[in-house]
């Protein structure tokens, strides 16, 4: 009888896996490195292999499983099967996964986008709490978000619903790699925050550590500016200030359509922590609904980078037929969504 889920993260740069019970609980994990050459054609037998090795290596059998659950940094299309735009592995056109993961495996495959997988897993095991409305935007290179709703995974017509990153923030601003103009990921991505504090560096003449940094051609990362801020660097201030204006308007945004419980902030660039929520806050409380104003919670995303691990997981649980399921486990799987 199976008893167990295995969860595979696969990104940019690595594969992550990890083998849980029932309740979410990390009973294993291990990864290895993506390997995109190929056209990316080595990238799913990569995932058999280290699967099969990994089970047989531990004596154990792949029906003790009840199947895997994968997330990519692509869109997940023809009705569940494939993989499109993941331009880190080289797939660029439609690539199928979930046939030859289940020919070679024997158990059921089932495939999402990274950034909803990581809203799923905040939303079981981390700052989501189980909630039936929430969303999570993940601040990295990109902006990734998920968004749960009425107790749902909002997918939309051709699953790009939740493309927060790309809701317009200036129309007449910096042009975003989709091809449109303005979009809050040029502004409050890791990459960003570091384009707007060199568009501020440009008309700004006083005193500033960042400026003459910038000045200078010095490295300058998300975390050099938001130290700075905290420093009370003048421009580094004012820089991060209207990264954040940005995003808490455009949450705003995304709060009075769908008014969401809770609102969690992942990603390299949360590592700043309750500083960085402060300045989101501000602006989010202003122009949210005056009934969501106080009641929609704004909190930092507390698994890291195994959100999107649990949250695939998560969608073998919800898959189970009850009555294959003891009472503890069914009551695990009420858990998820
Ligand atoms: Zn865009």
């Given at each position: 009888m199976p008893s167990k889920l295995i969860g595979v993260d696969v990104g940019g740069t690595t594969v992550k896996f990890a083998i849980f019970n029932v309740h979410g609980d990390i009973q294993d994990q291990w990864s290895f490195p993506t390997d995109p050459l190929d056209n990316g054609n080595r990238v799913v037998p990569d995932i058999i292999n280290s699967i099969k090795h990994r089970v047989q290596l531990y004596d154990m059998k792949l029906s003790d499983f009840y199947g895997v659950g994968l997330d990519f940094p692509g869109t997940v299309t023809d009705h569940g099967r494939a993989v499109v735009g993941a331009y880190h592995l080289n797939w660029e056109t439609p690539h199928a996964v979930k046939q030859p993961l289940e020919e070679a495996l024997g158990i059921p495959v089932i495939l999402e986008n990274d950034a909803n997988a990581a809203a799923l897993g905040e939303n079981w095991k981390g700052a989501g709490n189980n909630s039936a409305n929430m969303l999570m935007i993940t601040l990295g290179t990109g902006i990734g978000s998920g968004i749960i709703a009425g107790g749902k995974l909002l997918t939309g017509y051709l699953g790009s619903a939740g493309e927060i990153g790309h809701i317009c923030v200036d129309p007449n601003g910096f042009k975003c790699s989709c091809g449109n103009m303005g979009c809050l990921e040029e502004y409050a991505s890791a990459t960003g925050i570091v384009r707007v504090a060199h568009a501020k560096a440009e008309e700004y003449e006083g005193n500033s550590k960042l400026k003459a940094m910038l000045d200078q051609g010095e490295e300058v990362s998300s975390k050099t500016v938001v130290d700075l801020a905290r420093d009370k660097d003048y421009l580094a201030e004012q820089s991060l200030t209207q990264s954040c204006t940005y995003l808490g308007t455009a949450l705003s945004y995304v709060g009075n359509t769908l008014n969401p419980e809770t609102m969690i902030i992942g990603g390299g660039v949360s590592a700043a922590g309750q500083f960085l929520l402060n300045l989101i806050e501000k602006p989010l409380r202003e122009h949210l609904f005056p009934t969501m104003k106080t009641s929609t919670q704004l909190k930092l995303a507390?698994?890291?980078?195994?959100a999107g691990l649990i949250g695939a997981a998560s969608l073998v649980l919800s898959t189970i037929d009850d009555s294959a399921l003891t009472t503890t486990e069914r009551i695990a799987k009420q858990m998820v969504l």
């Open positions: 507390e698994l890291g980078n195994t």
